[in-house]
């Protein structure tokens, strides 16, 4: 797997990501991190892993067509042959994702279909104000449609009573450092497959997942 990673903030999840390919976790070889704003943490976090890192802000190009069409050049002359959305808050073009079918994998900290739609931390205060008990947060893969792809890994949280949305983001954090790798290892060893708009994997591992006692 050539991983490129998409990514617009801090950049805890592609550090996961990166950290677990050190590790030798996840078989992957990390061919570009592409973000579409300037001077946020991923970019450093690429560097740090000796990763090429791009910056392709909005304000470069005339259009967020023109925009998107440059970083899909980037992906494609990275090399890249996968792509996981690590943090990326801006909705892919067509194009890309038809670049790219099956193959663009997103993280987002909610369990969906439950608080689709909108940025961190807005999934986790929706959970926080709808009063549900348990949150988490949610593998998939990119389709057209915003947050509504196939679903290959989801991981529990529990809300707790006096829990803010920091301290809760926090919670479900720590589950997406690990769901999100173990995800990527399904496709990059090839125990996943997407069929008729379900994600099925041929892993052991997967049955372990679940029960998983509550962090
Ligand atoms: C993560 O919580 C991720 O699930 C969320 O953004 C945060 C990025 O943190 N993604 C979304 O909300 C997607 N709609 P990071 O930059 O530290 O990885």
């Known amino acids: 797997m050539n991983l490129a990673l998409m990514a617009s903030g801090r950049g805890s999840n592609a550090a996961a990501i990166l950290d677990a390919i050190d590790r030798h976790e996840l078989d992957a070889r990390p061919v570009a991190l592409i973000t579409n704003r300037e001077n946020v943490g991923a970019l450093d976090v690429a560097e740090s892993h000796n990763v ?7 304000r470069a190009f005339p259009s967020r067509t023109a925009q998107q069409q440059r970083m899909l050049e980037l992906l494609q002359a990275s090399g890249a042959d996968f792509v996981a959305l690590a943090g990326f808050d801006a909705i892919l073009r067509p194009f890309i994702v038809a670049a790219y079918p099956n193959r663009i994998l997103n993280i987002h900290p909610s369990l969906l279909p439950a608080f689709a739609g909108g940025m961190a931390p807005v999934p986790q205060t929706n959970a926080l104000h ?27 949280v529990p809300v707790r009573p006096n829990d803010t949305v920091d301290s809760l983001s926090d919670r479900i954090l720590e589950q997406e450092h690990r769901l999100y790798p173990l995800a990527l290892r399904w496709f990059a060893d090839g125990s996943a497959r997407v069929e008729n708009g379900h994600v099925y994997i041929d892993s052991e591992e997967s049955q ?6 509550a962090p």
């Open 52 to 58: 090429p890192g791009h910056a392709v802000p909005r």
């Open 130 to 156: 709808a009063g549900v008990k348990i949150t988490g947060c949610t593998v998939h893969v990119v389709t057209e449609e915003l947050d509504a792809g196939p679903i290959v890994a989801q991981a529990a």
């Open 208 to 213: 372990a997942l679940w029960p998983h006692p």
